[in-house]
């Protein structure tokens, strides 16, 4: 994820995403951005303004562009606690 993002984009953005892939065994990650930089951390670390919950498999085919995002909260494959904080930065983390 952090890939996927410019500094450019990142400017003046502070925000802090849970990310749970444990279903599958592929763990549980921290995205934090601020002062243009996303840091990605394994485990959960500080006060996440939202989690999202899904499979590492179906992740990795939402980042990839494989899985329409959509279709996937729709269908229950991703779970997200804060729509409305998702929204804002789902381009970021190519969730949308």
């Known amino acids: 994820l952090p890939k996927q993002a410019s500094p450019e984009q990142l400017k003046g953005i502070e925000t802090l995403f849970h990310f749970d892939l444990s279903a599958d065994d592929a763990g549980t990650y921290t995205i934090e951005v601020s002062n243009g930089v996303l ?7 500080g006060n996440a303004k939202c989690v999202v919950t899904t499979k590492g498999a179906t992740l990795l085919g939402l ?4 899985i329409n995002p959509m ?17 804002k930065y789902a381009k970021l983390f190519s969730l949308m």
Do not use: P, Q
């Not at 840091?39 to 670390?45: A, D, F, I, Q, Y």
């Not at 980042?63 to 494989?66: H, Y």
């Open 63 to 66: 980042v990839k562009g494989e």
């Open 71 to 87: 279709m996937a909260v729709l269908t229950g494959k991703v779970k997200i606690s804060n729509n409305e904080e998702v929204m």
């Open 39 to 45: 840091e990605t951390k394994e485990g959960m670390h």
